[in-house]
Nanobody
Framework: EVQLVESGGGLVQAGGSLRLSCTAS????????IGWFRQAPGKEREGVSCISSSDGTRYYRDLVKSRFTISRDNAKNTVYLQMNSLKPEDTAVYYCAALEDRDGSDCQRTASYDYWGQGTQVTVSS
């Protein structure tokens, strides 16, 4: 059974930090690009960041560049999203997803992904 389990969300004040984790099972992790997405109330789900398996190429949404860092540990089947300098507008449910493509083509697109986690809530207070 394929599973993606997110953790690390919570309530933080503006300017604070959180580290999200996404732990995968049920598929060959090394063959997949992993992405982080978020969805705020009343808004569409949007791509935040993704990391390929082949060479660790990373993509970041412009709004989070210089504040968020994505990384992966293939030995632990886990991808991390370090989020610093958080802003109230970062408040959303954060999802991780897996795309069966080692090179990460189109990893910014929601429709590209094969598997999704259940999400973890991130709330940033002002």
């Amino acid at each position: 059974e394929v599973q993606l389990v997110e953790s690390g969300g919570g309530l933080v004040q503006a300017g604070g930090s959180l580290r999200l984790s996404c732990t995968a099972s049920g598929f060959t992790f090394d063959d997949y690009t992993i992405g982080w997405f978020r969805q705020a109330p009343g808004k569409e789900r949007e791509g935040v960041s993704c990391i390929s398996s082949s060479d660790g190429t990373r993509y970041y949404r412009d709004l989070v560049k210089s504040r968020f860092t994505i990384s992966r540990d293939n030995a632990k089947n886990t991808v991390y999203l370090q989020m610093n300098s958080l802003k109230p507008e970062d408040t959303a449910v954060y999802y991780c997803a897996a795309l069966e493509d080692r090179d990460g083509s189109d990893c910014q697109r929601t429709a590209s992904y094969d598997y999704w986690g259940q999400g973890t809530q991130v709330t940033v207070s002002s």
